[in-house]
């Protein structure tokens, strides 16, 4: 048993929601994030600053971050946005953000499928933009999406992605997630690949991101503990999927991961009563978030 | 990446079938039984010998077996009957069973609430038709009931269950199984008493059993896997669970673990078509069973 704390960063109110058909107002989705903080969640990734003709779910982001900022949510929190490159980071810092995730990829073809490059070009264009952030002071996690497998190439070089990211930690990136875009990777994976980077880089600056397409999230998440990773992004209720990444179905949930994570002994400062309640809101206000695959149990239990 | 073996036992047609408000007549539990063996399903628990008016799902057992004997089924497979007493090896003997199971517990209240003994009186017995059983060249698996948690006492201490496994491992038992029975256990408390175990036994007669009701069954396979356990029971579509409590959660999937294990690189030598043909049978039997928690990647992909 240990008395470690891992931190959870519930990115549900982003990439939960951008992949819902139903719309959500941006007063709902504040409902959302406010029930998040109530249970106790400091990592939140709020919105993103995408075009809303191509997602329409996360226009209005600036919206939730104003109305954040008056409440004085995010004095003591971190609360992300999403920027796809360099006119979405304009925007955001314009709108006051502190925070921002970029992605950068695994493999060419996921990079075209979702942003036009190539999987360098997008690594240019995000490390520009990680230096821009730099001089303004604005806290960066670089996401490399596919960091396991590729839906259109299959199996990842782990090689090709310990080189990827040992390059933008080494450019100064405050956070580092490797993520199972698709739910594709299994537990040795995970393993193998955490292993390596915190082998190299420490697990300060890590943190890993499942989908539970296969069941496998809770054992990835595992795994990763294992290797020193400290930091996960979940989204609550199980809300996503990913619109460019067929067959890829919603993230680990946060009450699963929180659950584990408790159970286990570490600390996270979420209270997984409220966080039910945010899980329930989640579900009402969507629709069709699944819930957690261990719903059942902690219906009766948190 | 390995290529070891690691074998999965299907108890979907006694665990899982005993706790169904459905009885099925023992052509359909052959029906079941059957697709299990045609899936690759070598170790597969048929039935119980215990009594018809407490558990009428299991009576007929007696029919399983000689069904299957006559068809020279077990000729190259373990099909395992649970005996809870005496009574019951002599029945099991009697219709021609050459692998028994029996349970002894982590726990006095369990042992109490399902056989009225304390867990000494249970292991007293268990070990004496483990001598008979010896003799008679019958194998032998004992389970050990709340191996983690008990869902009256609480923790369960785990030096009591090394000793209790210690002492079962030294007379003999061709297998140990140690039984998460309630689901509730944590991947570090499987790594940690599995890996206990293993230090002073080796892996070659001991196996887990676990539950998904907290969704944590993968990660504590995943977990027991490192400790060196390479025998895992499962339930097909996963079966089980109590039947007064719809979507409450059953034994793990064995579609679910097999996938996960052909994945990491495992031989099982079940083969996932005829498998999730197997649980679509389960389902249709029984009317109850949840299906894996991949299910859905898995009859896209299997």
């Known amino acids: 048993m240990t008395t470690e704390q891992v931190t959870v960063n519930d990115v549900g109110p982003r990439d939960g929601l951008q992949s819902q058909?139903?719309?959500?107002?941006?007063?709902?989705?504040?409902?959302?994030?406010?029930?998040l903080i109530a249970a106790g969640l400091r990592h939140i990734e709020v919105g993103a600053f995408v075009s809303p003709k191509a997602v329409p779910a996360m226009a209005g982001t600036a919206g939730v971050l104003s109305a954040l900022a008056k409440k004085d949510r995010s004095a003591d929190a971190i609360h992300t946005v999403l920027v796809p490159n360099l006119r979405g980071y304009e925007l955001a810092r314009a709108a006051g953000a502190n925070s921002v995730c970029m992605v950068v990829y695994g493999s060419d073809a996921m990079a075209?499928?979702?942003?036009r490059m190539s999987r360098r070009g997008a690594e240019s264009a995000a490390t520009e933009i990680l230096q821009l952030a730099r001089r303004d002071?604005?806290?960066?996690?670089l996401t490399i999406a596919v960091a396991f497998e590729c839906p259109f190439e299959g199996a990842v070089d782990p090689q090709r992605?310990?080189?990827?990211?040992?390059?933008?930690?080494?450019?100064?990136?405050?956070?580092?997630?490797?993520?199972?875009?698709?739910?594709?990777?299994?537990p040795l994976q995970v393993r193998s690949l955490t292993g390596s980077l915190v082998g190299s880089?420490?697990?300060?600056?890590?943190?890993?991101h499942f989908h539970d397409t296969r069941a496998l999230g809770l054992a990835n998440v595992f795994a990763a503990l294992e290797s020193g990773i400290r930091k996960f992004d979940a989204s609550i209720a199980g809300l996503g999927g990913c619109p460019f990444a067929?067959?890829?179905?919603?993230n680990v949930a946060t009450e699963d991961v929180v659950m584990?994570?408790?159970q286990m002994g570490f600390e996270t400062g979420i209270d997984l009563g409220p966080l039910m309640k945010a899980a329930e809101l989640a579900q009402k206000l969507t629709g069709t978030a699944s819930g957690g695959r261990a719903s059942a149990w902690l219906l009766q239990n948190a």
Chains 1, 2 share one sequence.
């Open 137 to 141: 002071g604005v806290r960066v996690t």
């Open 201 to 208: 880089y420490g697990a300060s600056r890590l943190s890993c």
């Open 161 to 186: 992605v310990c080189e990827l990211g040992g390059r933008l930690l080494e450019l100064g990136t405050d956070e580092l997630c490797l993520a199972d875009t698709i739910g594709a990777a299994h």
């Open 260 to 262: 584990m994570l408790e």
């Open 21 to 35: 058909s139903k719309i959500l107002t941006v007063d709902e989705r504040l409902q959302l994030v406010e029930a």
């Open 112 to 115: 075209q499928a979702n942003v």
């Open 246 to 250: 067929p067959g890829a179905s919603g």
